[in-house]
């Protein structure tokens, strides 16, 4: 296919519109694609001395570059109009092209065949066959309503229902990196249109997603006002860093509101600066004062928080190297993404992931289930307890069909398998059950040699599923416990071998049980304690 684009933003190839009509583009697969940049046309105005309709036939007397956009648009099969929204319509040099078309038309009139207007110029040239798409965005929170008379133009130029639209509010955010996470899904959605113009044409799910809002209106608008960096009520600049705290508060999303008000202290350490966030119920405000009690504190330098809100670090990797300190409650660290808009991605990856939970998450208890029959079974009769631990080895799988099995579960049934085999052999059941312990603890440690330690493997769905591989805090304390939990089987595995050789299974039960309690006491509070620690010290 032969495209061409017309850019009529006055910011050239800086535009947010063309932001839209690459994705339109890059969509659209393999094409021959021509640019006109009407900023950097040698492009006069109209004189209206309508020559191209008599002395000189088809030619303007104006000998500058729209002769060449006129061949680039007998050209094209595709025109791709771009440009931003300027008082309800075009920009002036767009128009100005636009004005400049008239030797394409003949001078005589007509009827419409659409019934548009009291007539018109029938064209100069045969242009049955060209398709148009307007892609343009808007400063305002939607583009509902605003393109009137934009849409009344080109229902004239082009005929009414000859064209598609893709037309966006919030047209501004396209050059916030702090917001690159959103608008890159809005992006994606306009490549698939793009996708689908080029085949079957834009689906209706498509184009219902186009007409989402990137944020809520009263978000979009708290963002816009924050950004110009001037007091709403006073008019005075305002320094930088109240400016963007403005803006992230912006992003507070209240639907995530517990029935506790929250107040977020940031001090910007090198800036000296400090602020406060109140997240309460009907949306979030911004003080500077410093009166209110701080829930969570954080102090980090302007330029690491920067860097974090425009995603050119990940805050947990700044965080666990101590570039930046959170005291007070941490649960709002973990659950940023809760507080401050989640991106239209999470949310829906979110309500994806609970539909389907019930087959995708694995349980631990897969694991665990053959290795506590066998201990227990085992211990309390070998043969019958290792008929029994067979049993149960083969029904997991069934019994826990709609969760995912990890590798940990499917080397699990297999170990004990083998084991509870070997316990069958005359006088294996201590060599057995000792060999239990050991190897289910060098399942714990070798896992600290794989890109994810066991407990990692279960507990990651409830911290983002695979993006908690990336979080290093998550890692290290997972690291940190299937070490933990390593050690102690492995030490398990010694003294039941010395106790039961020497009969003191009371003895043994006491001690394995209460080991077993008391790592699962140090886990549940290292879980909580760890992050903090290090959200407090830094990286030691
Ligand atoms: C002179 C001027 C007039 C504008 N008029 C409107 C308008 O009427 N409605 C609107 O929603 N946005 C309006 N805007 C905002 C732009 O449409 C918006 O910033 C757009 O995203 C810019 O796109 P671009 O980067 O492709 O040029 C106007 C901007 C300027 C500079």
């Known amino acids: 296919m032969k495209i061409l684009v017309i850019n009529g933003s006055p910011k050239g190839d800086a535009s947010n519109s063309l932001k839209l009509t690459k994705a339109f583009l890059e969509g659209m697969g393999d094409n021959d694609v021509r640019e006109v940049t009407v900023s950097r046309l040698n492009l006069s105005p109209c004189k209206g001395c309508f020559c191209c309709w008599s002395k000189t036939p088809g030619k303007c007397v104006i000998n500058d570059d729209m002769s060449r956009v006129i061949e680039d648009e007998l050209w094209a099969d595709i025109i791709i109009w771009s440009f931003p929204l300027y008082y309800f319509n075009v920009p002036g040099p767009l128009k100005n092209l636009i004005d400049r078309q008239l030797p394409m038309n003949l001078p005589f009139m007509t009827e419409r065949e659409d019934g548009m207007g009291s007539g018109s110029h029938p064209s100069r040239y045969d242009m049955s066959g060209k398709r148009y798409i307007l892609i343009s965005t808007c400063g305002f929170y939607s583009a509902e309503k605003n393109y009137e008379s934009v849409k009344s133009m080109f229902d004239y130029i082009c005929g009414k229902g000859n064209y598609e639209t893709i037309f966006c509010g919030q047209g501004e955010l396209f050059r916030a990196p702090e917001l690159k996470k959103r608008t890159d899904e809005y992006l994606d959605i306009v490549r698939k249109a793009g996708r689908e113009y080029i085949s079957t044409g834009i689906s209706n799910e498509t184009r219902s997603k186009l007409n989402e809002l990137l944020y809520p209106k009263e978000v979009f608008e708290q963002m816009a006002d924050a950004s110009w960096g001037i007091d709403k009520e006073t008019g005075n600049e305002v320094d930088k860093s109240l400016s963007f705290t403005r803006q992230m508060a912006a992003l507070y999303n209240k639907g995530s509101y517990d029935g506790k008000d929250r107040v977020l202290e940031i001090c910007y350490t090198d800036l000296g600066k400090t602020y406060q966030i109140l997240l309460g119920k009907d949306g979030s405000k911004v003080f500077t004062a410093g009166s209110l009690p701080a829930t969570t504190r954080i102090e980090t330098p302007w330029e690491v928080w920067t860097s974090i809100a425009r995603g050119e670090i990940r805050g947990d990797v700044a965080l666990f190297k101590g570039m930046y300190k959170v005291t007070g409650d941490f649960s709002l660290m973990m659950n940023w993404d809760k507080y ?33 029959t066998f201990w227990i079974a085992v211990s309390i009769n070998a043969n019958i307890g290792a008929i029994i631990t067979l049993a149960v080895c083969a029904c997991t799988p069934m019994v826990m069909a709609r969760k995912e099995l990890t590798v940990y579960d499917k080397i699990s049934m297999a170990v004990v398998s083998l084991l509870s085999v070997l316990t069958l052999q005359n006088d294996m059941k201590i060599i057995s059950i000792v060999a239990g312990y050991l190897a289910f603890g060098l399942m714990w440690l070798l896992s600290c040699f794989t890109r994810e330690p ?87």
């Not at 991106?343 to 665990?368: A, G, V, Y």
């Not at 039961?500 to 309690?517: C, D, S």
């Open 454 to 540: 066991l407990c990692a493997a279960y507990v990651k769905y409830d911290y983002n599923g695979e993006d908690a591989l990336n979080n290093p805090i998550f890692m290290k304390t997972n690291y940190v416990l299937a070490v933990g939990w390593g050690i102690l089987y492995i030490l398990t595995a010694i003294w039941s071998w010395f106790l039961m050789r020497l009969n003191m299974i009371v003895l043994l039960q006491i001690l394995n049980n209460a080991a077993t309690w008391a790592m699962g006491i140090f886990t549940i509070w290292f879980v909580r304690w760890y992050p903090q620690h290090i959200a407090l010290k830094g990286k030691r």
């Open 340 to 372: 401050f808009s989640k991106t239209k991605e999470q949310q829906e990856n979110e309500i994806d992931k609970s539909l389907t939970s019930k087959n995708k998450k694995p349980s631990m208890m897969t694991m665990l289930i053959p290795w506590i």
